[in-house]
């Protein structure tokens, strides 16, 4: 069965710093991985996602996300954090070759708090 | 924004009453799903359609009914609503071309069981 964690509840930051949202999963196979965000009222909206080739893919708003397959992890970066970014980010995991069903596995959300 | 209209957007009624909550699409994708969000859990699966017809249970379906008669249209039926069915509802979309195209959500529904 897959798995999804994500071990911080909250992560505060001060505007300006470089943020990480942390991520790792439990799957057969190779993963396909993917970042929603999601903001008050609204539903998730896709940031990114990896599914084969770089480790390193860029998304949305100037997100990027390191896919790290001996760590199992896909933690959610960007170089400098904005206040707008405040939000509930949710990483998802599916494993490849499951017919179009796809079926994804959400972990439990991170809230990120950016502090002016 | 992808084309999902979910309806109604708030609603609250008593225990024991039916429910229905929509879910409309123009995006004609193949895949819908219905999840629903609680502190603490995340998202989780209540029931998913890969299409007219065909529908399949998710992690959460007891206590949940769903009906999918036209590809643009999903319901999800609470038959006798409970306190503990009070949630944030949403109806999500996907392609079935690629297995590596995300979900599309809607904006939920907060429904609250009195």
């Known amino acids: 069965a897959q798995s999804v964690a994500q071990p911080e509840d909250q992560v505060n930051v001060a505007e300006g710093n470089p943020l990480t949202v942390k991520c790792t999963y439990s799957?057969?196979?190779?993963?396909?991985l993917f970042w929603y965000v999601q903001y008050p009222n609204r539903g998730l909206q896709f940031l990114l996602k990896y599914i084969t080739g770089d480790n390193l893919v860029k998304g949305s708003y100037g997100f990027e996300a390191e896919f790290n397959k001996s760590q199992t992890s896909f933690h959610l970066k960007k170089p400098s954090a904005l206040v707008s970014d405040s939000a509930l980010y949710f990483c998802?995991?599916?494993?490849?070759?499951?017919?179009?069903?796809?079926?994804?596995?959400f972990g439990r959300g991170t809230s990120l708090i950016v502090h002016p | 924004d992808a084309g999902i209209t979910q309806s109604p957007r708030h609603k609250v009624t008593e225990t024991g009453t039916p429910v229905t909550l929509r879910c409309h699409q123009t995006?004609?994708?193949?895949?819908m799903y219905w999840y629903r969000q609680d502190p603490g859990h995340g998202l989780r699966l209540i029931h998913y359609s890969y299409g007219v017809k065909d529908t399949d249970k998710g992690e959460v379906s007891d206590g949940y009914s769903v009906s999918r008669s036209k590809t643009e249209d999903f319901l999800l039926t609470l038959e006798s609503a409970t306190s503990s069915q009070t949630s944030v509802y949403f109806c999500?979309?996907?392609?079935?071309?690629?297995?590596?195209?995300?979900?599309?959500f809607g904006d939920g529904t907060r429904l609250s069981i009195l």
């Open positions: 995006e004609n994708h193949r895949y």
């Open positions: 999500a979309i996907s392609e079935s071309k690629s297995e590596g195209q995300p979900q599309h």
């Open positions: 799957v057969s196979g190779n993963p396909y």
């Open positions: 998802a995991v599916r494993p490849p070759g499951a017919g179009g069903s796809y079926i994804p596995t």
